[in-house]
Nanobody
């Protein structure tokens, strides 16, 4: 069974940083590529990242500001978010991810963690 538990969200001022965590099983980390997507209130899903090795995918709106990493000794994936902007406000989900003809899809996501960027 594929499960993800996200944490680390909260309220941060514009320009600040947060690090999100996603705990899953070792088998999930070994079998799937893991990434993050977000969903702001009243808006559709937006891909944030997929993968951590080689050439990981980052959405255009977060490229250069967000970095994903994985610590397999802790069965945990991280999303380091720097230079946060109000438009980054959303619920962030950790999920298995894959590419289909240039479009990134996500599945098996967790409960999400709320990130609010506001002064």
């Amino acid at each position: 069974q594929v499960q993800f538990v996200e944490s680390g969200g909260g309220l941060v001022q514009p320009g600040g940083s947060l690090r999100l965590s996603c705990v899953t099983s070792r088998s999930t980390l070994d079998y799937y590529k893991i990434g993050w997507f977000r969903q702001a209130a009243g808006k559709g899903r937006e891909g944030v990242s997929c993968g951590t090795v080689g050439l990981p995918y980052y959405g255009d709106s977060v490229k250069g500001r967000f970095t994903s990493s994985v610590d397999k000794s802790k069965n945990t994936m991280y999303l380091q978010m720097n230079s946060l902007k109000p438009e980054d406000t959303a619920v962030y989900y950790c999920a298995a991810c894959w590419e289909v003809t240039g479009v990134y899809e996500y599945g098996y996501w967790g409960q999400g963690t709320q990130v609010t960027v506001s002064s």
